[in-house]
């Protein structure tokens, strides 16, 4: 423990800055630009631990190590690959606890969470935010918290419980009006969880249930106005323009359940613009189902065709580069 650091304070604190920078870039285009660069970063850090390290500066640097590992998982779940995401996912969750940092764990939970329900395994996806729930239940904020309970009403709704559902979303929302209030300082991390994406996520809680419930109308029409402020909100952030993307999609997908084909084309086409910029292949593979939907229910629709082909032009499905 008195072994002098070959860290100095402001070099790790530089090591921190950095993946901050990398998270807000990876928010605003998308995870296939920077996902290497954190991949190199990630074994810099790695490599540091190899080296004895006094006490607080090994927690920090584990730390550290955890947020880029999820960030690696993060950006290669956004990517399109995901086995590689997962094994970042789990090496985050080892650094999170040699750090000795449970809300991050809880946070890196999430994060798998919502990769198991992209999967179409809701049922994992529930027991991953359950055991972040435990875990951190004692230590994590009130943002921290809402998020968790926002992520089990998605995984509720995806597994066809409208009761449980409907819970978490009111949980999810009462939690959140206490963020903040505490006065304690919220990482970096959990930042991102927004009223934008609070909206968001509960909206498309609503989304999925109306989908597992056959289409269900009574289901959209509670998305409706959830999504509409999400994506009032997220259109005046220019830093999260992934979930920006990401929300117009999904209100598009809402009126489509509503049978409101032309209303559905002005905000996929919106989502047109945005994908072109970010690097997200999760953003391009839900434009592109949402567009085949609407062109197999509404195929005779001027609008829909006109929107079809424009996606063709513009979004033409390739690998991606990685």
């Not at 002098?4 to 998308?30: H, I, K, N, V, Y």
């Not at 049922?123 to 875990?135: M, P, T």
């Not at 959140?176 to 009223?195: N, Q, Y």
């Amino acid at each position: 423990a008195h072994r002098p650091s070959r860290l100095s304070r402001p070099e790790l604190d530089l090591l921190e800055s950095t993946t901050a920078m990398f998270r807000q870039w990876d928010a605003q285009c998308g995870g296939g630009l920077r996902r290497k660069a954190v991949v190199g970063q990630l074994h810099e850090v790695t490599d540091l631990l190899q080296e004895p390290q006094p006490g607080p500066t090994a927690q920090r640097l584990f730390r550290c190590a955890a947020e880029l590992a999820e960030l690696a998982g993060w950006m290669s779940y956004d990517v399109g690959l995901q086995p590689t995401a997962q094994k970042y996912f789990v090496l985050a969750l080892h650094a999170a606890k040699e750090a000795g940092d449970k809300p991050l764990g809880s946070y890196i939970l999430s994060s798998m969470s919502r990769q198991m329900i992209h999967l179409g395994r809701p049922d994992d996806a529930l027991e991953l935010i359950h055991l972040a729930q435990y875990g951190s239940r004692d230590c994590a904020t009130s943002r921290t918290q809402a998020m968790l309970y926002a992520m089990e009403a998605r995984a509720y709704a995806n597994m066809g419980q409208p009761s449980k559902c409907k819970r978490a979303v009111r949980m999810a929302e009462d939690t959140f009006l206490d963020a903040g209030l505490d006065g304690e300082p919220e990482p970096d991390w959990i930042r991102f969880f927004s009223e934008a994406e609070l909206n968001g996520e509960n909206a498309h809680s609503y989304r999925d249930l109306a989908y597992v419930a056959g289409r269900s109308p009574t289901y959209a029409s509670l998305a409706q106005p959830v999504m509409d402020k999400a994506v009032e909100l997220f259109g005046e952030d220019d830093e999260h323009q992934r979930s920006y993307a990401l929300n117009l999609i999904g209100m598009a997908t809402v009126h489509l359940l509503q049978r409101e084909p032309e209303e559905s084309t002005v905000l996929a086409t919106r989502a047109l613009k945005i994908a072109k910029k970010v690097r997200s292949e999760r953003v391009n593979t839900r434009l592109r189902k949402t567009v085949d939907t609407a062109a197999r229910d509404f195929g005779d629709v001027a609008d829909v065709a006109r929107l079809t082909d424009l996606l063709h032009e513009q979004l033409p499905e390739t690998a991606e580069a990685v």
